[in-house]
């Protein structure tokens, strides 16, 4: 649990933090908040907990109830501990139309959790998400910074599969493996 | 009707600069044109010579404002006069901000075009700075769209080592600089006020206007706030005039628009349409649409976004008065509310006959509780009861008066927030009451389904961490 370990950024990232806030005008840092946590949120193991929260105000040099305000109101910023693969299957309208629930479902049933949960190994979350711009190519989930679309039943097994091998926690901040439009 | 000749489509005379109906996707096929090379062969970035070398900020206003583009985020307030509402005062600076934060269900267009040509929006974005004297620009886009973004980022260096971004651009007076933000999830953040919120690192909650952005917007700055379709569309009006985009498209409805075709049809995706097509055409024919799913009939199409009134097959297809709905912002909202619906951003979600309408404005509802900023009391707990009416209903505990309780609630809700999202949830209640009030008596009288309800319901429960 990254409450236990020192909280300070690689240098690599401590680097790209500072880039970020020079995008933004003088005395403007604050700006950069957004950005910043989702760098935070990728290095210390998929979520903010307060002292992580607690650092990057530190950085930015504000105070933390304002990073803690902004962390709690976007979808994306896990407040508890989540899988190494959090999977974010969409919910919203022609998703739902093609059968978002059935993947639902079906991976709860596989991975033996509902959604909000995860797996005892700590490998695999669920969440039901709203609208993620991919209606066309609908259902489909979100896994780090990848889009799974035109899913089927079948190719959700086969990812599961995939992710479970290869172990790996998977972040919004990764690079794409794949690119489907 | 499967078989609809797109050639039958209404078409204007005098395209002779806008070969086909592309215009934003017109190289769409070439390989590798999301490449700063491929689309520098292609014309990429003449738009942004031309302007600087041959034209002044306000002549490039004037092009926008004669080629009547429309917003292209769902609003459609014209562009042009938009942009001459800039507050200008001395010493102060200005800002460009494009909106990438396409979150409205059933829209995905954006998300299209910067994925496949990132240039054109990178082009759009330094043409229009330059009109409206910014000189540090942002593109603030959703989180989810994280990879997009980098490919974006990737854009934006080979843009500034190609020098048409940093200092002093193609040796004028003109320096000019360009970011990309990555929100982190939150459909509020798609109004242009709570998008500023967002971007100075603060919750989504949109500002009471006025004052409005082109006074007081990022950093208290004249800023203006442009959906990727309408910036990218300006690079086009450069080139060509605005006049020659003008031509295109029908009545005050000029240009193309993406549209984002989705839900039960043959042929889902991103089209490029002119505008006046006809919504049958689009739907039928096998240049778009290609028909319902499975041979199935037609039961009714959300035309621009979740968020715009749902319209029966017969009133899509046509007005109340008969005549062929088309694909414009006049067409589709020919007979108001009671018989029409809006072009919104595009989002046409296809509904087939085996689709119960209550269910899905459930679905609708949930998403705009769970999205609502929760700023204003009419929103924030109107939005909570029309979907626990409607799982009420949907679990076979309703009442024959959760109808007119519903009627209640979204009027109660409907113009009385400080942003639009409290309108966004309140229309699609209205507009499927008002089409399709007999679903609702019959789920009432007989419910169905109601296993699916349960489950989903649960999910809301217990899978809303945000």
């Given at each position: 649990m990254n409450t236990n370990k020192e909280i300070k950024f690689s240098d690599e990232s401590l680097a790209l933090v500072h880039k970020l806030m020079k995008r933004y005008p003088e005395g403007k840092h604050k700006s950069a908040l957004l950005p910043i946590l989702h760098i935070a949120q990728a290095e210390f193991d998929g979520w903010l907990s307060a002292p992580v929260m607690d650092y990057v105000a530190g950085i930015l040099n504000i105070q933390p109830i304002e990073v803690y305000e902004v962390a709690s109101f976007?979808?994306?910023?896990?407040l508890k501990p989540v899988g190494k693969c959090n999977i974010e299957v969409c919910r919203t309208s022609s998703c739902w139309l093609l059968g978002a629930e059935d993947v639902i479902r079906h991976i709860e049933k596989k991975l033996n959790i509902k959604v909000g949960e995860t797996t005892v190994d700590g490998m695999f979350s669920l969440k039901a998400v709203e609208c993620l711009g991919s209606c066309g190519t609908a259902p489909m989930m979100q896994v780090g910074a990848d889009y799974y679309e035109n899913l089927t039943l079948d190719k959700v097994d086969n990812l599961l599969q995939r992710f479970k091998s290869d172990g790996k926690r998977k972040s919004y901040t990764d690079k794409a493996e794949k690119r489907s439009l | 009707m499967g078989n609809v000749n797109p050639t039958q489509t209404k078409q204007k005379k005098g395209l002779f600069n806008f070969m086909g109906k592309k215009i934003l996707l017109k190289h769409d096929h070439i390989p590798g044109i999301r490449s700063y090379d491929v689309y520098r062969q292609h014309g990429g970035y003449s738009s942004v010579e031309k302007a600087l070398k041959t034209m002044t900020p306000e002549a490039i206003v004037e092009e926008v404002k004669k080629s009547g583009l429309r917003g292209r985020g769902g609003a459609g307030f014209p562009t042009g006069l938009k942009w001459s509402f800039l507050a200008k005062p001395e010493g102060v600076a200005r800002y460009l901000v494009c909106n990438a934060d396409e979150s409205e269900p059933g829209t995905f267009k954006d998300r299209y075009l910067m994925e496949r040509i990132p240039h054109l929006l990178i082009e759009g974005m330094i043409a229009s700075s330059f009109a409206l004297g910014a000189s540090t620009s942002y593109i603030y886009i959703r989180g989810e769209y994280f990879y997009v973004a980098r490919i974006l980022e990737q854009a934006i260096e080979e843009a500034y080592a190609n020098g048409w971004l940093g200092k002093n651009i193609l040796g004028t007076d003109f320096s000019f600089d360009l970011h990309v933000h990555v929100g982190a999830g939150a459909y509020i953040c798609g109004e242009e006020t709570a998008l500023l919120e967002s971007l100075e690192g603060k919750r989504g909650n949109p500002r009471i206007k006025p004052p409005f952005p082109a006074i007081a917007g990022l950093y208290a700055c004249p800023t203006i706030v442009n959906n990727v379709e309408t910036i990218a569309a300006v690079v086009p009006i450069i080139n060509e005039g605005g006049e020659a985009y003008a031509q295109v498209g029908i009545g005050k409805s000029t240009g193309t628009k993406l549209i984002s075709a989705s839900g039960h049809i043959n042929k889902p995706g991103v089209y490029e349409i002119e505008m006046g097509i006809t919504v049958e055409d689009f739907i039928y024919s096998d240049e778009w649409c290609g028909g319902i799913r499975g041979g199935k009939k037609l039961k009714a199409v959300v035309a621009g976004g979740s968020s715009v009134p749902i319209l029966p097959a017969d009133l899509i297809l046509k007005t109340a008065n008969g005549e062929p709905r088309l694909m414009s912002y006049e067409s589709l909202s020919d007979g108001g509310f009671a018989t029409g619906t809006m072009l919104g951003s595009g989002g046409f979600i296809v509904m087939d006959e085996t689709t119960s309408i209550v269910k899905n404005l459930w679905n609708f509802s949930r998403f705009y509780h769970h999205e609502s900023c929760g700023q204003c009391s009419p929103c924030r707990e109107g939005t909570g009861w029309m979907e626990k009416i409607l799982h009420r209903i949907l679990e076979g505990h309703g009442k024959m008066s959760d109808v007119d309780l519903l009627w209640d609630i979204q009027e109660k809700i409907e113009g009385k927030t400080i942003c639009p999202l409290g309108d966004a949830a309140a229309w699609p209640v209205a507009s499927a009451i008002r089409h399709f009030r007999k679903e609702f008596e019959e789920y009432v009288q007989k419910p169905s389904s109601i296993e699916d309800v349960k489950h989903y319901y649960r999910l809301h429960e217990e899978g809303t961490i945000s």
């Open positions: 976007y979808s994306m910023f896990n | -």
